[in-house]
């Protein structure tokens, strides 16, 4: 018999799934603070000779961190979470280390989570809720002290059609909403023309009281016509993309938006210009947002987000959006992400799948193994 399997975790990811690797006989350690691990712990623990590294979004693993795995034997990062923009791709496929995330679990969990933020923002349920609470509620009145915007029958744009995007259409359908699609990478016409059938099916059973429309439009075009824009796309670096989404909403952009309506993020901060959003937010160019994400989190103190004459038209959440009890702790890799996180370690340290990382649904850089 070898050495067993040596797993560091830099937090956390839920027992019930580290106990699937604990079974196997292997030895997990994990970082047992609050606060993510320094870089330098990352280092000394690979260094050390793990052999599978379990992640999250706030861990930095660079090309410094994967020149130490190769060097002592490193076999798989494994990300808990669907986004990786903190993992150096280019580095890991220098280095042939497959490292993998935990797509689709987490599908449903954010894009009703982006819409819950929708809805909050738009129909005030958070000033709605504190007139309660410091005893401001003195009468019911027609319109005072303040009125939300409707959601249902509205024109909604999804920024990022993937999975999440994807999902956000579908729930949207039942808003009786017409969506404008918009995709940076690629356009599947086939899932619009199933929506409509849908569309079609739910005018002609009364379900809705119009023919809702769906469409993919450009950027521009999409922030021209929507009430309610709805960020669903992965944060790509200049240089690193044909078309980066870094601060792919930007001042001008913003000026395009109407000033009746509302952006909500959920996708990564740096998507959005924050000083640009508070800029608008203050003179009123789009009626409100909704943020899960931030260019830095948590969000710092003196962030021009904070201001108090925001509050009223701007909802901030601590990046919470899959933030659901079987999403985040299942260990079934077809339920939660732990599971699904979890199960991408399994899958390379036992060399399933015939030790092919290509064929490894989880492993995100396949091309390093070609
Ligand atoms: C969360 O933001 C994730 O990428 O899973």
């Given amino acids: 018999m070898g050495k067993p399997f040596r797993i560091f975790a830099t937090t956390d990811i839920g027992k019930e799934a580290l106990d699937r690797l604990r079974e196997k006989g292997w030895e997990v350690e994990v970082y047992d603070h609050l606060p993510a691990p320094p870089k330098r712990v990352i280092l000394e623990k690979v260094r050390s000779g793990i052999d599978a590294l379990i992640t999250t979004l706030r861990d930095k693993i660079d090309r410094e961190v994967f020149a130490a795995g190769s060097a002592a034997g490193l076999k798989v990062v494994a990300q808990d979470?669907?986004?990786?923009?903190?993992?150096?791709?280019?580095?890991?496929?220098?280095?042939?280390?497959?490292?993998?995330?935990?797509?689709?679990?987490?599908?449903?969990?954010?894009?009703?989570?982006?819409?819950?933020?929708?809805?909050?923002?738009?129909?005030?349920?958070?000033?709605a809720e504190v007139?309660?609470?410091?005893?401001?509620?003195?009468?019911?009145?027609?319109?005072?002290?303040?009125?939300?915007?409707?959601?249902?029958?509205?024109?909604?744009?999804?920024?990022?059609?993937?999975?999440?995007?994807?999902?956000?259409?579908?729930?949207a359908m039942g808003f009786d909403m017409d969506i404008l699609c918009h995709d940076p990478t690629y356009e599947e016409h086939s899932f619009i023309e199933a929506i409509r059938w849908f569309m079609e099916v739910r005018h002609?059973?009364?379900?809705?009281?119009?023919?809702?429309?769906?469409?993919?439009v450009s950027l521009d075009d999409a922030l021209r016509r929507a009430d309610f824009v709805s960020l669903h796309v992965p944060l790509t670096l200049p240089g690193t993309a044909e078309e980066p989404t870094h601060h792919l909403i930007n001042e001008e952009r913003l000026r395009l938006m109407k000033r009746t309506a509302y952006l909500v993020n959920t996708s990564r901060g740096p998507v959005v210009d924050e000083q640009a959003l508070a800029r608008a937010l203050r003179e009123g160019e789009i009626a409100?947002?909704?943020?899960d994400v931030f260019e830095t989190?948590?969000?710092?103190?003196?962030?021009?987000?904070?201001?108090?004459?925001?509050?009223?038209?701007?909802?901030?959440?601590?990046?919470?959006?899959?933030?659901?009890?079987?999403?985040?702790?299942?260990?079934?890799?077809?339920?939660?992400?732990?599971?699904?996180?979890?199960?991408?370690?399994?899958?390379?340290?036992?060399?399933?799948?015939?030790?092919?990382?290509?064929?490894?649904?989880?492993?995100?850089?396949?091309?390093?193994?070609?």
């Fill in 81 to 127: 979470a669907v986004g990786f923009d903190n993992i150096d791709r280019e580095a890991a496929n220098r280095h042939r280390i497959p490292f993998t995330n935990t797509p689709e679990v987490l599908t449903d969990a954010t894009a009703e989570f982006a819409f819950f933020m929708l809805g909050a923002v738009a129909r005030k349920l958070y000033p």
């Fill in 131 to 171: 007139q309660v609470r410091e005893g401001k509620w003195t009468t019911w009145h027609p319109y005072l002290p303040w009125l939300g915007d409707e959601v249902s029958g509205r024109t909604l744009a999804v920024i990022g059609m993937g999975h999440i995007g994807k999902s956000v259409v579908n729930k």
């Fill in 204 to 216: 002609r059973e009364r379900l809705s009281r119009r023919l809702q429309t769906i469409e993919y």
């Fill in 288 to 291: 409100g947002a909704a943020l």
């Fill in 297 to 370: 989190e948590p969000l710092p103190a003196d962030s021009p987000l904070r201001d108090e004459k925001l509050c009223g038209k701007l909802r901030l959440f601590p990046h919470a959006a899959s933030a659901a009890r079987a999403t985040r702790l299942s260990p079934d890799p077809n339920v939660g992400m732990a599971g699904r996180c979890v199960q991408a370690v399994i899958d390379v340290l036992d060399g399933n799948h015939d030790g092919d990382p290509r064929q490894m649904p989880f492993v995100v850089n396949k091309e390093a193994f070609s």
